[in-house]
């Protein structure tokens, strides 16, 4: 029951995320690679740098013109980048171009050229792995310029900065009046009424409270937990936060909007960083346990679904034709897995927008997989009506820290696969024909991703 629930809140969670800027996607980078350092030796996997690397390298590539956008890092943080991409290099020789590539994005900005410098070790390093590049040596050797430059660049990004930690409170301030409103017009109890609009209004108003949540959230995270954008909880009292929790408690254990419930814990979750007052409430014995899934509420235990253990890569197929994986010249490969997954188009859900419940099992065998240190799913091949799943894939992927699949879309419409790719913030990078196609791009994956950790 629980898995359902949470890829269902999960889904609804990520339809609604924005398109990420540049800036936003270069610090979460960064924070990857920072993050790896905290890990001993051997329990930094080969795949997690593979990832950290990649998400670098994507992010560098969207803000390499935004030169204030790569001064805005402790020396602490540059080097842990820096030390990952000599990890990539001592791991893989094939993939120097690509490390290369990304150096020199880094080394546009005097502060990463600063850093490098700043440690010996690190710096002969890199002249060694750059020897046959005159540019890249050119940089590691150069004189910084003057202070007044780099004071410049940092007085711009300190300036960007500030103005979006002043967009981001006005916005947040908004929702949360609004919403507070709309949860104190119903005594702070969310309402069972299934007949008026009551629920609509009460679910909408929890929506938006969830939005200024996720965006404060994200704004202490770039600006740090002090920024002016905290103010706006201040003004709550431990009293105002128990009535909230009241809502958010009567809201989760409605049994109509279950599928809210990851939103609700976050929620709380988030609070409880952001607010002394609201941790001190949610903290207390009276609330500490109640939002825990299954704790409060009895509901009948789903059938387990087991499949046969699989040592090898895995590649999951869905489509509305059961032709096109059983005759694939995937299924008879000895170099991995293929799984195939029916979508019968007589069991078209009749509500209007995706319906991610109907791929429930697809779901619940890719977790399987992500937690099972013996397989990996390396491509999940599907139409262009399953995009909205590939966001939900992504985030479980991530949750168990592990590589995201690469997604191959089957379709005659590629331009209609670019506009559905903006609607679900869905990361796709091969578009094909026909099934053919498909097969042979997921086998050359397979085999690329077997080369990278060999």
Known sequence: GSIRIGFACLA????????VDPDKRLADAVA???????????????????????????AAFAARKDEAAFARFSLEDMNAVLELILRRAAHKRTIHGRLKEVLGILLNSVDWVQAVQANEELCEAFKEFAA???????????TPPPADFRHKVSAAA????????AEAKADVETKLLSSWAVMASFGFKFPKDSISDK???AT?????FFEAITRLTTTAQKAGPNCAAMTVLEKYQEEDFENLLNFLLTMYHCGVRNTQRGRIKFVVEHLKELSPRFRAVATNAEWRDVFDLGESVARAPEPSVVWTAVQAPVVVWIDSIREAFET???ASSPDLHLEGFFDDPAAQSAKPTF???RYIDVLKYIQQRNTDSGTRVDVVVLNRKHLALIPVIIADCKANSRRAPKFVVVTRNADGVKESVKEYNADVRIVVADWQAASACAAEEVARRRSLTK
Do not use: C, G
């Open 32 to 58: 990857a690679a920072v993050a790896l350092t905290s890990l001993p030796a051997h329990k930094r996997t080969t795949d997690a740098d593979i990832d950290a690397f990649e998400a670098l390298r994507s």
């Open 158 to 165: 300190s300036k960007e900065l500030e103005a979006q930690v």
């Open 12 to 19: 609804s969670a990520m339809a609604d995320l924005d398109v």
């Open 132 to 142: 046959d590049s005159p540019q890249l040596v050119e940089r590691l050797t150069m």
């Open 355 to 357: 319906d991610v419940l």
């Open 199 to 201: 629920l609509d209004k």
């Open 204 to 208: 909408a108003a929890f929506t938006r």
């Open 328 to 330: 694939s010249s995937l």
